[in-house]
């Protein structure tokens, strides 16, 4: 598989996300029905501290693996600058830091935490 080659970061980014995968099939120990039998009716679940556990390392493994890319990305970029000024550089360069996966990840976030919150209209 390509996980391999990528690094030890996304073959744990991978273990993660096929370990949430199994707690969620197991459903035992995976989420906690709420309100009795009525709430199972109707859908009503809470997530263990386990799913939320390897969830969370999941997502922090997932930015790593982001900034290790952008970093590799930036790093290769700069080892293979032309020696003549004539032949310009990448994209990557010219369009730091908007080239960056970890940049656009920031804007989003930033956007979305000044949002309004969302209205019953929005629903």
């Known amino acids: ?14 273990g993660l996300a096929s370990h949430a995968a199994a707690i969620e099939g197991r459903g035992g120990d995976l989420e906690e029905r709420l309100g009795g039998p009525e709430g199972a009716a109707c ?4 997530h263990s501290a386990r799913l939320t556990e390897v969830s969370d390392a999941r997502v922090q493994c997932s930015g790593a693996v982001s900034a290790t890319a ?3 990305a930036l790093v290769k970029h700069l080892c293979c600058l032309p020696r003549h000024s004539s032949k310009g550089c990448g994209a990557l360069l010219l369009e730091l830091p908007r080239s960056l996966h970890c940049w656009r990840l920031v804007e989003r976030a930033c ?13």
């Not at 859908?43 to 809470?46: N, Q």
């Open 43 to 46: 859908g009503y679940w809470r």
């Open 70 to 72: 952008d970093a590799r």
């Open 111 to 123: 956007a979305a935490a000044s949002a309004p919150p969302p209205t019953a209209a929005d629903e």
């Open 1 to 14: 598989r390509a996980v391999a080659a990528e690094g030890p970061t996304v073959a744990l980014t991978s």
